[in-house]
């Protein structure tokens, strides 16, 4: 299931979620280079989260591959910056473009809950939340942790409070047939949530790389808890009252 649009509009332009999609895509070409190597792997090291290098369980000097030919080394000293410069850092197309599309799809209806100031702390802070949970998950791991995703679960979590039935548009692809259907808000959260929880059960700190669950879920607990302090009220009951005529 995919979803590509939800049943809500909203009041005002969505400035932030559009400054947060293109930061992320000029990232990715002026920084990545497209994805092309060695400007991937090297930016991956510099500026992606390792957490073994962060919490200093990696000895200094250790080499860690990240591309063909090329691995991170591992400095004496940690980079504060990383949990926060590694939210706007890719892997590939797919993991951009699928990041930002789920950020275009349910940002919009939150910054328009929270006000474009309270929405981007509040973004932020979900994604250092993710960064946490992960490394509190594999706290050795020499993974490179990069990607929205954490920042995005959290505008999830957001979305399912604020807007619980508000019906969200599906593609299901059933073998070769692909057909659509809309379901409401907390069925299609719900149902993603449960997906990132059966996949951080087996996880380990010693896997071979892949999708950082617990960073997901982190992302998605900390949207939950935050959003009633960075929600505007005001704006809130317009979107409801809306909704409600519709």
Same mark, same amino acid.
């Given at each position: 299931?995919?979803?590509?649009?939800?049943?809500i509009?909203t009041?005002?332009?969505?400035?932030?979620?559009l400054?947060?999609?293109? !930061? @992320?895509?000029?990232?990715?070409?002026?920084?990545?280079?497209? %994805?092309?190597?060695?400007?991937?792997?090297?930016?991956?090291?510099l500026l992606?989260?390792?957490?073994?290098?962060?919490?200093?369980?990696?000895?200094?000097?250790?080499?860690?591959?990240?591309?063909?030919?090329?691995?991170?080394?591992?400095? %004496?000293?940690r @980079?504060?910056?990383?949990p926060?410069?590694s939210?706007?850092?890719?892997?590939?197309w797919?993991?951009?473009? %699928? @990041?930002?599309?789920?950020?275009?799809?349910?940002?919009? @209806?939150?910054?328009d809950?929270m006000?474009?100031?309270?929405?981007?702390l509040?973004?932020?802070?979900?994604?250092?939340?993710?960064?946490?949970?992960?490394?509190?998950a594999?706290?050795?791991?020499p993974?490179?942790?990069?990607?929205?995703?954490?920042?995005?679960?959290?505008?999830? %979590?957001?979305?399912?409070?604020?807007?619980?039935?508000?019906?969200?548009?599906?593609?299901?692809?059933l073998?070769?047939?692909?057909?659509?259907?809309?379901?409401? !808000?907390?069925?299609?959260?719900?149902?993603?949530?449960?997906?990132?929880?059966?996949?951080?059960v087996?996880?380990?700190?010693?896997?071979?790389?892949?999708?950082?669950?617990?960073?997901?879920?982190?992302g998605?607990?900390?949207?939950v808890?935050?959003?009633?302090l960075f929600?505007?009220?005001?704006?809130?009951?317009?979107?409801?009252?809306?909704?409600?005529?519709?």
């Amino acid at each position: 299931m995919f979803p590509y649009r939800d049943e809500i509009h909203t009041f005002r332009f969505p400035a932030v979620t559009l400054a947060l999609i293109g !930061a @992320n895509v000029a990232v990715w070409l002026m920084i990545e280079g497209l %994805g092309s190597e060695p400007a991937l792997s090297r930016s991956i090291c510099l500026l992606g989260l390792i957490p073994g290098e962060f919490l200093q369980r990696i000895p200094a000097g250790s080499q860690l591959p990240v591309g063909p030919g090329l691995a991170c080394v591992v400095e %004496g000293s940690r @980079n504060w910056l990383t949990p926060l410069s590694s939210m706007f850092m890719h892997g590939g197309w797919l993991h951009l473009i %699928g @990041n930002m599309w789920f950020l275009w799809i349910f940002g919009d @209806n939150v910054e328009d809950a929270m006000g474009p100031g309270r929405y981007l702390l509040f973004y932020l802070l979900c994604g250092l939340a993710a960064a946490s949970a992960q490394m509190l998950a594999a706290p050795s791991s020499p993974i490179p942790m990069v990607g929205a995703s954490g920042a995005i679960s959290g505008v999830m %979590g957001a979305y399912v409070l604020l807007y619980p039935k508000v019906r969200v548009r599906l593609l299901v692809f059933l073998a070769f047939y692909v057909t659509t259907i809309a379901v409401p !808000a907390y069925l299609m959260v719900g149902y993603w949530f449960l997906l990132q929880l059966l996949g951080a059960v087996p996880r380990s700190e010693t896997a071979e790389g892949g999708v950082a669950f617990w960073a997901h879920i982190g992302g998605f607990v900390a949207g939950v808890v935050l959003v009633k302090l960075f929600e505007d009220p005001r704006l809130v009951a317009r979107q409801r009252q809306a909704i409600s005529l519709s």
